[in-house]
């Protein structure tokens, strides 16, 4: 069995295409054995060989948007909440995992950082994975996915490489919603918080 793991980072803008461009079905047509010239003989009879061979190629583009940027204004606390669609065009099995995700962190020398700055930014996560009737679906093996909030720690374990895209079942085609939540207090000062080892992981199975 073949097992290719292809990362996405998160943390970077990306439309990105892969194997082949976008556009539905691509045929290319050979035409072999030609049959030319008269036959004689006395055979009633005549056998033509026509074989016909068809070969299908492996095939996954994806785009979407990895890359979510706050900016925080005004006063007291609060939480918002953003999600990025990823669509993922596929025919073969793949498997989904994320891979660190987790609070965001204060980079140092971008504001004060005193001892009463609290330096990291909480994060909660979930997503919401459908198919190409814009359905929420069930796992390959009949698990519904987990589209529940947790914190990184949850989410990094609740997906995992069992969570199968299957193209019988996506129709080709499955888009990933990915969403985050932050919450933002008073004690979290000026600066700028990064998380930038998020990645979304696809197995070529």
Do not use: C
Request: glycine fraction near 12%; charge should be neutral.
């Amino acid at each position: 069995m073949r097992k290719l793991a292809l990362t996405l980072g998160i943390a970077a803008t990306a439309g990105m295409a892969m194997a082949q461009p976008l556009g539905g079905r691509v045929f290319n047509y050979v035409v072999n054995s030609d049959v030319n010239g008269p036959y004689y003989g006395l055979t009633n009879i005549i056998y033509f060989h026509m074989p016909t061979v068809a070969y299908v190629n492996p095939y996954l583009y994806v785009n979407g948007f990895m890359q979510v940027v706050w900016t925080v204004d005004g006063w007291g606390s609060g939480s918002d909440e953003m999600f990025t669609p990823i669509n993922i065009y596929h025919n073969e099995i793949l498997a989904l995992d994320f891979e660190g995700f987790g609070d965001l962190t204060k980079v140092p020398g971008t504001g004060p950082s005193g001892p009463l700055t609290n330096l990291n930014i909480p994060m909660q996560y979930r997503a919401v994975v459908k198919n190409i009737a814009n359905l929420p679906m069930f796992s390959g093996g009949g698990i519904p996915f987990d589209s529940n909030w947790g914190n990184g720690f949850y989410f990094n374990t609740v997906w995992s490489p069992s969570s199968f895209l299957a193209p019988w079942l996506t129709g080709g085609k499955a888009s990933v919603e990915v969403y985050r939540r932050i919450n933002v207090a008073p004690d979290h000062g000026p600066g700028q918080y990064v998380n930038l080892s998020a990645d979304l992981v696809l197995y070529r199975l």
